[in-house]
């Protein structure tokens, strides 16, 4: 069965993160709150894709959904 | 090619437009659910589309949008984002704001 602990070890392999932590003990269900200094004038949408194209083909085929929360330090720091 | 086109089409005629699982009634899933419980409480009409019956479109539409998951939404021919984002936008006042432009 696919763990949090797992995803947030591929995230964090393809994306340079200041901080991530990955909910979810159903095996296809996540939650994620990622913060990187690369999402700095990005949109929420280039934001979340930047995720999704960290874990590949995982998103694809291993994770039913997985809700996550994308921040900058900036942002993380007054949240 | 010729999904693109459908989907092309989909997107262009329909000011608001949601694809989903399932339908505003009877969503097939708790984040498809989860728009439209947003999308109504902006108060706004709006168009769904439910991918289960179309597996050409379900596929087309991730890699038109570069996004993997269904919801996805789209206002006036562009793409919104999906659940978490339609969702945040909804809290911030920007979604309400962005449909009521129409």
């Known amino acids: 069965m696919l763990l949090a602990s797992q995803i947030e070890d591929v995230i964090n392999k ?13 095996g296809t269900h996540f939650e994620a709150i990622i913060v990187s200094t690369l999402f700095e004038d990005k949109s929420i949408i280039k934001q979340h894709q930047m995720v999704y194209q960290a874990l590949g083909d995982m998103m694809r085929q291993e994770i039913h959904a997985l809700s996550m929360k994308t921040l900058t330090p900036e942002q993380w720091k007054n949240n | ?12 005629d329909n000011q608001v437009l949601l694809f989903m699982k399932g339908n505003p009634k009877f969503p097939q899933c708790g984040f498809s659910s989860l ?41 006036k021919g562009e793409f919104v984002g999906g659940a978490d984002i339609i969702k945040e936008m909804y809290e911030s006042g920007e979604l309400t704001k962005l449909i009521s432009q129409g």
């Open chain 2, 1 to 12: 090619m010729t999904e693109n086109i459908k989907i092309k089409k989909l997107i262009d």
């Open chain 1, 14 to 26: 393809n994306l340079d993160c200041t901080f991530i932590k990955v909910k979810g003990d159903d």
């Open chain 2, 35 to 75: 728009a439209c419980q947003v999308l109504d409480a902006c108060g706004s009409k709006y168009e769904t589309f439910d991918v289960l019956l179309d597996p050409e479109v379900r596929e087309g539409i991730k890699l038109y949008s570069n996004w993997p998951t269904i919801p996805q939404l789209y206002i």
